[in-house]
Structures are given as structure tokens and as C-alpha cells.
């Protein structure tokens, strides 16, 4: 028997009775809302304890903080609250957490109601883009990847500047699709990345915000380093978009004169990508190729800048081979490259998973050497770069990696090697 009381119990029996975890009823012990006695390293419960327990729990009930909950149970602790006028002081505090919490109701109604227009209005949003396809002035620039042969356009539906449907033919037996503006190559491999892609909610969700913010530092890094060059009549390419894009608000404000290119392995991305530049500027001269082997429908020394946001760790992650060498014959002898690649520390555990995980990837990619070698194996030396950071959860999106290991971002801009 306790003199405290009748009732004695153990810090996890007590825990129990009030339907808390062990660490909350230490917390409170620490805080000085609830004085067990203790004996060597246990922590004894008497019915003062109980008391006090169940005060704090109607209280929280009540939306009192445990800083409030404390002020009310060293009250309790020095009156009891025996006398009128120390009954009176609690009704006190009680009538002003009433009166916060009429305040606090008044603003969330006032929130509720802000909310209940904002879902009216998005309900009733009607976004409109102008529907485009392949411009025109691309038509030129269309050959066999294998032959290098001119491409021929047929059955072509034509609007405007743009043909939203038809076929690109060479004698050789090549032929792309073209449906709803878009190119479809016939080399579509049939690899993990073509089930998900950055727009997909799915993905959206699984990325950390710290992760976004990693990337978002990386896309200013290139946008201003873009912004010092006029692209005027130049064509701008950016593969693998599915694990990340230059954000289109970005890139409607580059070069409007430009000629753009993206190529991705799944219609479905290449679709909302479109949607979403026709939104910022309809008037862009842009491309989107279904292409996922490099092998692009175009003239060979066409490419004048590459934009690289994680294009190229995308591929390496499904292809034993270096992206920029597969892409050399379209490059001209002034191409640059723009972008930023991740990687992780030398023998780092999300290594030896991602290569269990995609076994047929490069040996090399996510490690610090990919950067140089890639650039060697098109031709491109590094004039800039810059860490920009890293992120320890980049979350479920980037399934190889391991808890705790720092995924580093190095942003940088390439150039051809003098010939």
C-alpha cells in the first residue's frame, strides 16, 4: 500500500488503463504533469497519478494544451479546489478556453467557407488550350534513323500550322505514327518506366517535398544559365521525361523562337506535358516524340542544346549503355548541355539495391563517375558545375533508395570538345 493512495500500478499497466503509449506517459512525467514515485528505474502509479491522468485526458478532450493542462493541475495540486472562490478560478479558466475555442471556431467557419468557394470555382473551371501537333516547320528536319534518308509524310490531317495525324515513311520499311500530334517510333520498349511517369498522381504523392525542392534548385540553376544564350531557330531537345521535365512555366519564357523536343517513353506523359505548354504558350514551336532507344526520326548534327533533368540517370536505370553516346550523330559541332544528375556516395547500400532492382542499367549510373563519363562518351567536356545539395528521403518514387543515405545533386553545363 501506497500513502498516497490505494492504488499502485506500473508504467505500462498505467499506460494501458488510459490507452496511451509508454513514451506519452514519460513525456508527461518529464513535463510535471503527472509525479510518480520511483524506485531504482521504476516508476510507481498510486491514485493520485489516476487523478491526475484522467484531468488530463478530459482536458485535451477540451482542446487544452499540456502547457494550459499544466497551469490547471498545479491549481488542483495547491487548492484542491475545496474553497468557492478557487471553484471560481477554474470556472474562469474554463470560460476563457470556452471563449478561445468560439474564436477559433469563428475563423475555421470563415476557412470552410474560403474552401467552399475555392471547390466551386475549380468545379466550374473550364481550361481551354489550343490544340496543337507537329509543326510544320519540322517536316524538314524528319529522317531514318537508320538510312538517314528523308522521311515522307502520308495521310496527313493538317491544321493550321500542325499535323495532328498521319505517318512519317522511308523506303528502308521505317514508319512513325503520328496520332493527336504526337510521334510514335517503333522502338518502344516495353521496360518498368512505362507504367509511371512524374504527372501520374500515384508518383506526385510518393515524392518528398525535399526532394522537389532539390529538384526545383537544380531547374533555376539551368534556367538562368539558359537565359544568358539567345536560342533563337535552335533546337532544344530533353529525353526521358518521365522521371522529371523542365517545368513548363520555365520554359515558355526561354527562347520563344526555339524549336523544342521532348521524347518520352509513354503517351500518356507526353500528352499532359503538352497539355500543360499549350496552356503557358500555344504558340511554342514544340515536338513530343515516343521514342525510348534514342534513335530519333531526325536529321543527323541537328541538336544545338540538350536540357538534362535526371534524362539521363532515366535511361542508364533500364540501358547498359551512356545516353550521350547513343545521341552523338545529332549533335552539331557547337551543342551544349544544360542539367543536373544525382548520385550517391561510393558504396553506398541504394547502389547495390538499385542494381538489384534493374540489373540490365548501367554499371555506373548514380555514382559520382557517370557525370564525366557520359559527357566523354558524347563528345562534351564540363565547363560548370555545382553541388546543389542532397536529400536523405526522396521518397517511395525513387524505390532504390535506402534510408538515412544522401542522394547528391551536382548541376552543370557541357560543351563539344573542339574537333
Known amino acids: 500500500m501506497n500513502y498516497r493512495g490505494f492504488i499502485e500500478m506500473k508504467i505500462g499497466e498505467f499506460a494501458k488503463k488510459f490507452d496511451v503509449t509508454i513514451d506519452t506517459v514519460r513525456h508527461y512525467i518529464e513535463m510535471g504533469l503527472l509525479i510518480p514515485t520511483k524506485e531504482r528505474s521504476h516508476y510507481h502509479f498510486d491514485s493520485t497519478c489516476t487523478d491526475d491522468m484522467g484531468l488530463i485526458v478530459k482536458l485535451k478532450q477540451l482542446q487544452f494544451t499540456l502547457q494550459e493542462i499544466h497551469k490547471v493541475i498545479s491549481l488542483k495540486r495547491i487548492t484542491h479546489f475545496v474553497d468557492i472562490q478557487e471553484i471560481d478560478y477554474y470556472l474562469k479558466v474554463l470560460l476563457e478556453k470556452k471563449q478561445d475555442l468560439l474564436r477559433e471556431k469563428e475563423k475555421i467557419n470563415q476557412s470552410l467557407h474560403l474552401l467552399d468557394k475555392k471547390i466551386e470555382s475549380i468545379h466550374l473551371m473550364s481550361v481551354t488550350t489550343a490544340e496543337s501537333g507537329v509543326p510544320l516547320l519540322f517536316l524538314s528536319l524528319f529522317h531514318c534513323p537508320h538510312c538517314q534518308e528523308a522521311l515522307h509524310t502520308t495521310d496527313a490531317f493538317i491544321k493550321g500550322q500542325y499535323v495532328l495525324k498521319g505517318s512519317l515513311r522511308c523506303r528502308c520499311g521505317y514508319e512513325a505514327v503520328i496520332k493527336d500530334g504526337i510521334i510514335v517510333t517503333p522502338n518502344v520498349s516495353a521496360s518498368p518506366q512505362n507504367e509511371h511517369y512524374i504527372y501520374d498522381q500515384q508518383m506526385i504523392e510518393e515524392i518528398t517535398p525535399s526532394f522537389i525542392s532539390l529538384l526545383e534548385k537544380g531547374n533555376q540553376w539551368v534556367y538562368k544559365r539558359m537565359l544568358e544564350n539567345d536560342f533563337s531557330n535552335k533546337v532544344i531537345l530533353e529525353t526521358n521525361v518521365e522521371t522529371y521535365v523542365f517545368p513548363p512555366k520555365l520554359l515558355y519564357s526561354l527562347s520563344p523562337n526555339a ?159 573542339s574537333r
Not at 266 to 271: A, H, S
Open 259 to 417: 524549336l523544342y523536343v521532348f521524347c518520352g517513353n509513354t503517351v500518356g506523359m507526353l500528352r499532359k506535358l503538352k497539355r500543360k505548354i499549350e496552356h503557358f504558350n500555344p504558340k511554342l514551336n514544340v515536338l513530343y516524340i515516343v521514342n525510348s532507344q534514342l534513335d530519333l526520326p531526325f536529321k543527323h548534327e541537328m541538336i544545338d542544346v540538350v536540357i538534362d533533368v535526371l534524362s539521363f540517370n532515366d535511361f542508364s536505370l533500364f540501358n547498359n549503355s551512356h545516353p550521350l553516346e547513343k545521341l552523338s550523330p545529332y549533335f552539331k559541332r557547337d551543342t551544349k548541355i544544360f542539367g543536373y544528375n544525382v548520385f550517391y556516395d561510393a558504396n553506398s547500400r541504394s547502389h547495390k539495391k538499385l542494381r538489384e532492382l534493374y540489373p540490365n542499367g548501367h554499371a555506373e549510373n548514380l555514382q559520382s563517375c557517370f557525370l564525366k563519363n557520359n559527357l566523354s562518351s558524347g563528345g562534351f567536356t564540363l565547363i560548370e558545375s555545382e553541388d546543389i545539395g542532397y536529400t536523405e528521403n526522396p521518397g517511395e518514387y525513387i524505390d532504390y533508395h535506402e534510408k538515412n543515405e544522401k542522394l547528391h545533386c551536382v548541376a552543370y553545363a557541357a560543351e563539344m570538345k
